[in-house]
Nanobody, 124 residues
């Protein structure tokens, strides 16, 4: 049973923008904090940012602050990642994930739901 499905990835030049979407089929979606992670080839999965259940709080890893924005639409059960001023080092497979509590921890533990990912490639 599919719970999270990401979309919107693709190939973009450095300096460009992409908007990723995550569609959730979680019945109690609005009770979950939602995060984005990414994984580059040969590297560990990395925390990108998180948004609280009602969207009032967000937190980002330093490398994307000021460039990436997470938002959500609880009525549509969607989460978004707007990525601007993209850099080649942003390349990777991007995953959305859901957990019961909001946290600024970068750990991938305690996430109950994970999507399959969408590939983002930034060319120089």
């Amino acid at each position: 049973q599919v719970q999270l499905v990401e979309s919107g990835g693709g190939l973009v030049q450095a300096g460009g923008s992409l908007r990723l979407s995550c569609a959730a089929s979680i019945r109690t979606f609005s009770t979950y904090a939602m995060a984005w992670f990414r994984q580059a080839p040969g590297k560990e999965r990395e925390f990108v940012g998180i948004i609280s259940q009602r969207g009032s709080n967000t937190y980002y890893v330093d490398s994307v602050k000021g460039r990436f924005t997470i938002s959500r639409d609880n009525a549509k059960k969607m989460v978004f990642l707007q990525m601007n001023s993209l850099k080649p080092e942003d390349t990777g497979n991007y995953y959305c994930a859901g957990r019961a509590t909001y946290t600024t921890s970068a750990s991938s533990r305690a996430y109950e739901y994970w999507g399959q990912g969408t590939q983002v490639t930034v060319s120089s």
